[in-house]
Protein backbone atom coordinates (compact mmCIF):
# COMPACT_ATOMS: atom_id res chain seq x y z
CA UNK A 1 0.00 0.00 0.00
CA UNK A 2 3.12 2.44 -0.98
CA UNK A 3 2.22 5.72 -1.49
CA UNK A 4 -1.49 5.85 -0.13
CA UNK A 5 -3.71 7.91 2.06
CA UNK A 6 -3.23 5.95 5.43
CA UNK A 7 -6.04 6.68 8.25
CA UNK A 8 -5.38 6.39 12.18
CA UNK A 9 -8.72 5.06 13.19
CA UNK A 10 -10.22 5.49 17.03
CA UNK A 11 -11.91 3.28 18.71
CA UNK A 12 -12.88 2.53 22.64
CA UNK A 13 -15.13 -0.47 23.85
CA UNK A 14 -15.69 -2.57 20.66
CA UNK A 15 -17.08 1.22 19.07
CA UNK A 16 -15.46 3.20 16.30
CA UNK A 17 -15.48 7.05 17.35
CA UNK A 18 -17.41 8.98 14.78
CA UNK A 19 -14.36 11.36 14.02
CA UNK A 20 -12.72 8.35 12.11
CA UNK A 21 -15.24 8.10 9.58
CA UNK A 22 -14.71 12.28 9.07
CA UNK A 23 -10.78 11.40 8.37
CA UNK A 24 -11.95 7.95 6.22
CA UNK A 25 -14.22 10.92 3.95
CA UNK A 26 -11.39 12.81 3.91
CA UNK A 27 -8.56 10.35 3.34
CA UNK A 28 -10.83 8.94 -0.33
CA UNK A 29 -11.14 12.24 -1.46
CA UNK A 30 -7.64 12.64 -1.45
CA UNK A 31 -6.77 9.33 -2.52
CA UNK A 32 -9.43 9.60 -6.00
CA UNK A 33 -7.80 13.05 -6.56
CA UNK A 34 -4.45 11.86 -6.93
CA UNK A 35 -5.24 8.26 -7.78
CA UNK A 36 -3.90 6.29 -5.07
CA UNK A 37 -5.53 3.98 -2.75
CA UNK A 38 -7.34 4.41 1.12
CA UNK A 39 -5.74 2.92 3.86
CA UNK A 40 -6.63 2.57 7.61
CA UNK A 41 -4.83 1.53 10.85
CA UNK A 42 -6.39 0.05 13.38
CA UNK A 43 -4.80 -1.15 17.07
CA UNK A 44 -5.41 -2.84 19.97
CA UNK A 45 -6.71 -6.18 21.03
CA UNK A 46 -9.32 -8.87 20.21
CA UNK A 47 -9.89 -6.51 17.04
CA UNK A 48 -13.04 -8.68 15.24
CA UNK A 49 -15.91 -6.49 16.51
CA UNK A 50 -14.04 -3.04 15.18
CA UNK A 51 -12.57 -5.12 12.10
CA UNK A 52 -16.33 -6.07 11.11
CA UNK A 53 -17.15 -2.00 12.11
CA UNK A 54 -14.82 -0.69 9.59
CA UNK A 55 -14.28 -3.10 6.84
CA UNK A 56 -16.54 -1.96 4.56
CA UNK A 57 -16.56 2.16 5.54
CA UNK A 58 -14.89 2.78 2.22
CA UNK A 59 -10.99 2.10 2.41
CA UNK A 60 -9.52 -0.26 -0.04
CA UNK A 61 -7.21 -1.83 2.81
CA UNK A 62 -7.57 -2.04 6.82
CA UNK A 63 -3.94 -2.72 8.92
CA UNK A 64 -4.30 -4.57 11.85
CA UNK A 65 -1.77 -4.79 14.83
CA UNK A 66 -3.70 -6.63 17.01
CA UNK A 67 -1.76 -7.79 20.36
CA UNK A 68 -2.73 -8.55 24.07
CA UNK A 69 -0.04 -5.79 25.14
CA UNK A 70 -2.39 -3.27 23.27
CA UNK A 71 -5.33 -4.17 25.07
CA UNK A 72 -4.78 -1.24 27.59
CA UNK A 73 -1.95 0.23 26.07
CA UNK A 74 -0.59 3.89 26.81
CA UNK A 75 0.01 6.51 24.40
CA UNK A 76 3.66 5.85 24.00
CA UNK A 77 3.17 2.75 23.47
CA UNK A 78 0.51 2.89 20.70
CA UNK A 79 2.89 6.04 19.18
CA UNK A 80 5.65 3.63 18.75
CA UNK A 81 3.30 0.85 16.90
CA UNK A 82 1.94 3.52 14.96
CA UNK A 83 5.43 4.98 13.79
CA UNK A 84 6.45 1.36 12.93
CA UNK A 85 2.93 0.44 10.54
CA UNK A 86 3.41 4.05 8.96
CA UNK A 87 7.42 3.54 8.64
CA UNK A 88 6.81 -0.11 6.69
CA UNK A 89 3.66 1.40 4.68
CA UNK A 90 5.29 4.97 3.61
CA UNK A 91 1.91 6.33 2.96
CA UNK A 92 1.47 9.61 0.92
CA UNK A 93 -0.29 11.35 4.40
CA UNK A 94 -1.13 10.38 7.64
CA UNK A 95 -4.61 11.77 8.72
CA UNK A 96 -6.07 11.49 12.01
CA UNK A 97 -8.67 13.25 13.85
CA UNK A 98 -7.66 15.68 16.29
CA UNK A 99 -9.89 14.71 19.78
CA UNK A 100 -7.85 13.69 22.79
CA UNK A 101 -6.00 10.86 21.42
CA UNK A 102 -4.84 12.14 18.34
CA UNK A 103 -3.71 15.63 20.35
CA UNK A 104 -1.30 13.48 22.31
CA UNK A 105 -0.68 10.45 19.41
CA UNK A 106 0.19 12.99 16.29
CA UNK A 107 3.21 14.46 17.55
CA UNK A 108 4.56 11.59 19.43
CA UNK A 109 4.50 9.55 16.14
CA UNK A 110 5.61 12.44 14.17
CA UNK A 111 8.85 13.09 16.69
CA UNK A 112 9.69 8.93 16.30
CA UNK A 113 9.49 9.21 11.96
CA UNK A 114 11.30 12.29 12.01
CA UNK A 115 8.14 13.59 10.07
CA UNK A 116 6.32 16.88 9.44
CA UNK A 117 3.27 17.10 12.13
CA UNK A 118 0.65 19.40 11.84
CA UNK A 119 -2.48 19.39 14.40
CA UNK A 120 -5.68 21.43 15.08
CA UNK A 121 -6.25 21.51 11.09
CA UNK A 122 -9.47 22.17 9.48
CA UNK A 123 -8.27 20.82 5.81
CA UNK A 124 -5.89 18.81 4.13
CA UNK A 125 -5.11 18.82 0.57
CA UNK A 126 -1.96 17.88 -2.04
CA UNK A 127 -1.15 20.90 -4.36
CA UNK A 128 1.43 20.06 -6.72
CA UNK A 129 2.62 17.27 -5.01
CA UNK A 130 2.95 18.72 -1.59
CA UNK A 131 0.52 18.33 1.53
CA UNK A 132 -0.98 21.39 2.30
CA UNK A 133 -3.05 21.95 5.45
CA UNK A 134 -5.65 24.74 6.59
CA UNK A 135 -5.23 25.74 10.07
CA UNK A 136 -6.75 28.71 12.32
CA UNK A 137 -4.80 31.31 14.08
CA UNK A 138 -5.45 33.63 17.01
CA UNK A 139 -8.86 31.92 18.11
CA UNK A 140 -10.18 31.07 14.69
CA UNK A 141 -10.12 34.91 13.44
CA UNK A 142 -8.02 33.82 10.82
CA UNK A 143 -6.49 31.10 8.87
CA UNK A 144 -3.08 30.33 7.88
CA UNK A 145 -2.04 27.41 4.41
CA UNK A 146 0.37 26.03 5.73
CA UNK A 147 2.73 23.71 3.15
CA UNK A 148 4.46 20.80 5.00
CA UNK A 149 7.99 19.86 4.24
CA UNK A 150 8.66 16.83 2.14
CA UNK A 151 10.36 14.99 4.32
CA UNK A 152 8.86 11.09 5.79
CA UNK A 153 4.95 10.85 5.20
CA UNK A 154 3.43 14.24 6.81
CA UNK A 155 0.68 14.05 9.57
CA UNK A 156 -2.17 15.77 9.85
CA UNK A 157 -4.45 16.09 12.87
CA UNK A 158 -7.96 17.40 11.57
CA UNK A 159 -10.69 18.95 13.98
CA UNK A 160 -13.71 16.98 14.83
CA UNK A 161 -16.25 18.36 12.03
CA UNK A 162 -14.18 20.08 10.07
CA UNK A 163 -14.71 17.67 7.38
CA UNK A 164 -18.30 16.03 7.60
CA UNK A 165 -18.49 12.34 7.66
CA UNK A 166 -20.47 11.18 4.23
CA UNK A 167 -21.41 7.84 3.50
CA UNK A 168 -18.85 6.41 1.36
CA UNK A 169 -19.63 3.70 -1.77
CA UNK A 170 -19.45 0.97 0.07
CA UNK A 171 -16.46 -1.60 -0.36
CA UNK A 172 -15.30 -4.56 1.24
CA UNK A 173 -11.35 -3.46 2.31
CA UNK A 174 -8.73 -6.27 2.49
CA UNK A 175 -7.74 -7.13 6.24
CA UNK A 176 -3.90 -7.26 6.39
CA UNK A 177 -1.96 -7.92 9.30
CA UNK A 178 0.86 -5.53 10.19
CA UNK A 179 4.02 -7.48 11.82
CA UNK A 180 5.32 -5.13 14.67
CA UNK A 181 7.58 -6.92 17.08
CA UNK A 182 6.32 -5.92 20.32
CA UNK A 183 8.77 -6.98 22.66
CA UNK A 184 10.86 -4.51 20.89
CA UNK A 185 8.27 -1.36 21.72
CA UNK A 186 9.77 0.70 24.93
CA UNK A 187 7.43 0.52 27.81
CA UNK A 188 7.86 3.53 30.71
CA UNK A 189 4.47 4.20 31.42
CA UNK A 190 1.24 1.72 32.32
CA UNK A 191 -2.38 1.99 32.11
CA UNK A 192 -3.90 1.71 35.55
CA UNK A 193 -7.21 1.73 35.70
CA UNK A 194 -9.20 3.53 32.71
CA UNK A 195 -12.29 5.36 34.84
CA UNK A 196 -15.54 5.91 32.68
CA UNK A 197 -17.25 9.46 32.82
CA UNK A 198 -20.94 8.32 34.99
CA UNK A 199 -23.55 7.78 33.35
CA UNK A 200 -25.91 10.12 32.73
CA UNK A 201 -29.19 10.81 31.30
CA UNK A 202 -27.99 14.58 29.45
CA UNK A 203 -26.61 13.90 26.03
CA UNK A 204 -25.93 17.12 24.36
CA UNK A 205 -25.25 14.98 21.47
CA UNK A 206 -28.69 13.83 21.00
CA UNK A 207 -30.77 17.49 21.37
CA UNK A 208 -32.58 19.07 18.69
CA UNK A 209 -32.24 22.24 20.21
CA UNK A 210 -29.24 23.30 22.65
CA UNK A 211 -28.74 27.11 24.44
CA UNK A 212 -24.98 27.51 24.76
CA UNK A 213 -23.64 29.53 27.19
CA UNK A 214 -19.84 30.50 27.38
CA UNK A 215 -17.17 32.83 29.71
CA UNK A 216 -19.77 35.81 28.53
CA UNK A 217 -22.45 34.72 31.69
CA UNK A 218 -19.36 35.86 33.99
CA UNK A 219 -21.00 34.29 36.69
CA UNK A 220 -22.48 31.15 38.02
CA UNK A 221 -25.39 32.19 39.70
CA UNK A 222 -26.30 33.80 36.23
CA UNK A 223 -26.45 29.91 34.40
CA UNK A 224 -30.19 29.48 35.91
CA UNK A 225 -30.96 32.38 32.86
CA UNK A 226 -29.63 30.19 30.10
CA UNK A 227 -31.20 27.07 31.36
CA UNK A 228 -34.49 29.05 31.53
CA UNK A 229 -34.31 30.18 28.22
CA UNK A 230 -33.10 26.18 26.82
CA UNK A 231 -36.36 24.78 28.61
CA UNK A 232 -38.33 27.25 27.40
CA UNK A 233 -37.27 26.48 23.42
CA UNK A 234 -37.41 22.73 24.54
CA UNK A 235 -33.84 21.91 24.45
CA UNK A 236 -31.10 21.34 26.55
CA UNK A 237 -28.35 23.58 28.01
CA UNK A 238 -24.91 22.95 26.79
CA UNK A 239 -21.87 25.59 27.69
CA UNK A 240 -18.11 26.16 26.55
CA UNK A 241 -14.91 24.73 28.05
CA UNK A 242 -13.77 27.43 30.56
CA UNK A 243 -17.28 26.77 32.60
CA UNK A 244 -16.54 23.48 33.08
CA UNK A 245 -13.03 23.81 33.92
CA UNK A 246 -14.52 26.98 36.45
CA UNK A 247 -16.53 23.84 37.63
CA UNK A 248 -19.52 25.57 36.74
CA UNK A 249 -21.08 23.26 34.55
CA UNK A 250 -20.38 19.26 34.58
CA UNK A 251 -18.18 18.12 31.55
CA UNK A 252 -20.94 16.27 29.60
CA UNK A 253 -22.69 19.88 28.76
CA UNK A 254 -19.29 20.93 27.23
CA UNK A 255 -19.50 20.59 23.50
CA UNK A 256 -16.01 21.35 21.49
CA UNK A 257 -12.50 19.59 20.46
CA UNK A 258 -12.31 18.36 24.04
CA UNK A 259 -16.05 18.36 24.81
CA UNK A 260 -18.98 16.19 22.75
CA UNK A 261 -19.44 17.37 19.39
CA UNK A 262 -23.21 17.94 18.26
CA UNK A 263 -25.30 19.32 15.26
CA UNK A 264 -28.50 20.30 16.06
CA UNK A 265 -31.02 22.18 13.89
CA UNK A 266 -31.11 24.85 16.66
CA UNK A 267 -27.69 26.20 18.37
CA UNK A 268 -27.78 29.39 20.55
CA UNK A 269 -24.38 30.59 21.47
CA UNK A 270 -24.52 33.26 24.47
CA UNK A 271 -21.60 34.63 25.37
CA UNK A 272 -19.49 32.27 23.59
CA UNK A 273 -16.59 33.62 21.51
CA UNK A 274 -16.18 31.09 18.95
CA UNK A 275 -12.58 29.65 19.43
CA UNK A 276 -11.61 26.99 16.97
CA UNK A 277 -11.90 24.47 19.60
CA UNK A 278 -15.36 25.44 20.58
CA UNK A 279 -16.71 25.75 16.59
CA UNK A 280 -15.02 21.90 16.05
CA UNK A 281 -17.66 20.87 18.10
CA UNK A 282 -20.87 22.52 17.03
CA UNK A 283 -20.45 24.41 13.62
CA UNK A 284 -22.80 21.11 11.88
CA UNK A 285 -25.69 22.32 13.64
CA UNK A 286 -28.46 23.20 11.24
CA UNK A 287 -28.89 26.81 12.73
CA UNK A 288 -26.61 28.91 14.49
CA UNK A 289 -27.58 32.19 16.61
CA UNK A 290 -24.95 33.86 18.41
CA UNK A 291 -25.43 36.47 21.04
CA UNK A 292 -21.93 38.48 21.75
CA UNK A 293 -21.25 41.94 22.39
CA UNK A 294 -18.08 41.90 20.51
CA UNK A 295 -18.66 42.22 16.83
CA UNK A 296 -15.80 40.90 16.22
CA UNK A 297 -15.70 37.62 18.02
CA UNK A 298 -15.29 34.61 15.59
CA UNK A 299 -18.84 32.80 15.97
CA UNK A 300 -20.59 35.65 13.85
CA UNK A 301 -18.38 33.94 11.38
CA UNK A 302 -20.52 30.44 11.51
CA UNK A 303 -23.23 32.02 12.60
CA UNK A 304 -26.96 32.05 10.30
CA UNK A 305 -27.96 34.96 12.89
CA UNK A 306 -26.21 37.01 15.18
CA UNK A 307 -26.98 39.56 17.58
CA UNK A 308 -24.15 41.95 19.18
CA UNK A 309 -26.13 43.01 22.44
CA UNK A 310 -25.61 42.13 26.01
CA UNK A 311 -26.62 38.54 26.81
CA UNK A 312 -28.22 39.93 30.21
CA UNK A 313 -30.98 41.87 27.94
CA UNK A 314 -31.53 39.00 24.92
CA UNK A 315 -31.76 35.97 26.86
CA UNK A 316 -34.54 36.98 29.32
CA UNK A 317 -36.20 38.69 26.14
CA UNK A 318 -36.01 35.73 23.79
CA UNK A 319 -37.08 33.41 27.04
CA UNK A 320 -40.40 35.94 27.26
CA UNK A 321 -41.03 35.27 23.73
CA UNK A 322 -40.57 31.52 23.84
CA UNK A 323 -43.18 31.14 26.85
CA UNK A 324 -45.61 33.03 24.89
CA UNK A 325 -45.39 31.34 22.19
CA UNK A 326 -46.12 28.19 24.15
CA UNK A 327 -48.90 30.19 25.96
CA UNK A 328 -47.26 29.54 29.41
CA UNK A 329 -47.34 34.05 29.63
CA UNK A 330 -49.83 36.11 28.47
CA UNK A 331 -49.20 37.96 25.24
C1 LIG B 1 -6.41 21.56 23.54
C2 LIG B 1 -7.57 22.47 23.77
C3 LIG B 1 -8.86 21.95 23.73
C4 LIG B 1 -9.94 22.80 23.92
N1 LIG B 1 -11.19 22.26 23.87
C5 LIG B 1 -12.27 23.08 23.96
C6 LIG B 1 -13.60 22.58 23.86
O1 LIG B 1 -13.83 21.38 23.71
N2 LIG B 1 -14.62 23.46 23.95
C7 LIG B 1 -14.45 24.80 24.13
O2 LIG B 1 -15.44 25.54 24.21
N3 LIG B 1 -13.20 25.30 24.26
C8 LIG B 1 -12.12 24.49 24.20
N4 LIG B 1 -10.88 25.00 24.36
C9 LIG B 1 -10.73 26.39 24.83
C10 LIG B 1 -10.88 27.40 23.71
O3 LIG B 1 -9.60 27.63 23.13
C11 LIG B 1 -11.41 28.75 24.25
O4 LIG B 1 -10.57 29.20 25.27
C12 LIG B 1 -12.84 28.65 24.77
O5 LIG B 1 -13.69 28.03 23.82
C13 LIG B 1 -13.36 30.05 25.06
O6 LIG B 1 -14.60 29.94 25.68
P1 LIG B 1 -15.62 31.15 25.64
O7 LIG B 1 -15.94 31.50 24.23
O8 LIG B 1 -16.76 30.79 26.54
O9 LIG B 1 -14.81 32.32 26.38
P2 LIG B 1 -14.11 33.61 25.81
O10 LIG B 1 -13.22 33.30 24.67
O11 LIG B 1 -13.56 34.33 26.99
O12 LIG B 1 -15.32 34.46 25.19
C14 LIG B 1 -16.33 35.07 25.95
C15 LIG B 1 -17.18 35.87 24.97
O13 LIG B 1 -18.27 36.45 25.65
C16 LIG B 1 -18.51 37.74 25.14
N5 LIG B 1 -19.22 38.49 26.18
C17 LIG B 1 -18.73 38.92 27.38
N6 LIG B 1 -19.71 39.49 28.09
C18 LIG B 1 -20.84 39.42 27.32
C19 LIG B 1 -22.19 39.85 27.51
N7 LIG B 1 -22.59 40.44 28.64
N8 LIG B 1 -23.08 39.66 26.51
C20 LIG B 1 -22.71 39.05 25.34
N9 LIG B 1 -21.45 38.62 25.13
C21 LIG B 1 -20.52 38.78 26.10
C22 LIG B 1 -17.14 38.29 24.80
O14 LIG B 1 -17.24 39.30 23.80
C23 LIG B 1 -16.42 37.03 24.31
O15 LIG B 1 -16.53 36.91 22.89
C24 LIG B 1 -9.76 24.18 24.17
C25 LIG B 1 -8.47 24.69 24.19
C26 LIG B 1 -7.39 23.86 24.00
C27 LIG B 1 -6.01 24.46 24.00
Same mark, same amino acid.
Given at each position: ?????????????????????????????????????????????????????????????????????????????????????????????????? @?????????????????????????????????????????????????????????????????? @??????????????????????????????????? @???????????????????????????????????????????????????????????????????????????????? @????????????????????????????????????????????????????
Amino acid at each position: MQSSILVITEHWNGQVDGITYQMLAKGRQLADSLGIGLAALVLGYRLDGVIAALQEKGMDVLLVVDHAQLAQAGAEVQASVIAEAVRQMQPRLVLIGY @SLVGMELAPAIAAKLGAPVMTNCVNAEIIDGAAVVTRPLFDGTLHAKIALEDKGPPLVAVQRGATP @SVQLPPRTASVQPVSVDMGSIPVRSEVLEVIEEPV @SDVDIAKADIIVSVGRGIGDKEKIPMIEELAQALGGLMACSRPLVDLGWLPRERQVGASGKSVSPKLYVACGISGASQHL @SGMSDSRMIVAINKDPNAPIFQVAHYGVVADLFEIVPALTEEAKKAKGEVAS
